[in-house]
């Protein structure tokens, strides 16, 4: 997100530049119609990572307390990179699939909707 200085000249050193997190990217993982959840995660993440890891072991340990998270059919989720659709190739590394520095990807689960259809 890009932010604008209200005083003219100033400057101020970036903490949040993928240099400062040794050697990691941050990834922002959002679960549509699981407000159980309310905000996406943002996880560091090395950008090599393939992404079939992030959605068979990755995705899955950030939400073991919800029930849906056992049902999840995996090759019927629908996945958005930056609010736009898109169909990941399980075998490239995140960085190939197009997930930089402080992208964001959020998925969807047809017939899963939260705790009993409730959107939590």
Not at 5 to 22: C, I, Q, S, W
Not at 47 to 53: D, E, I, Y
Request: charged share 20%.
């Amino acid at each position: 997100m890009s932010v604008v200085a209200l005083k003219p000249g100033y400057t101020g050193e970036m903490k949040d530049r993928v240099e400062n997190f040794h050697g990691k990217q941050l990834l922002y993982i959002g679960w549509e119609d699981h407000l159980m959840y309310c905000a996406p995660m943002c996880i560091p993440i090395d950008g090599s990572t393939p992404f079939g890891a992030l959605s068979a072991a990755v995705i899955p340990s950030l939400y073991p307390a919800h029930p849906d998270t056992a049902k999840i059919d995996w090759n019927a989720v629908i996945w958005m990179r930056s609010g736009v659709p898109f169909t990941p190739d399980p075998a490239k590394s995140l960085t190939d699939n197009g997930l930089g520095h402080k992208a964001v990807l959020r998925f969807r689960t047809p017939g899963l909707t939260g705790l009993k259809g409730s959107c939590s």
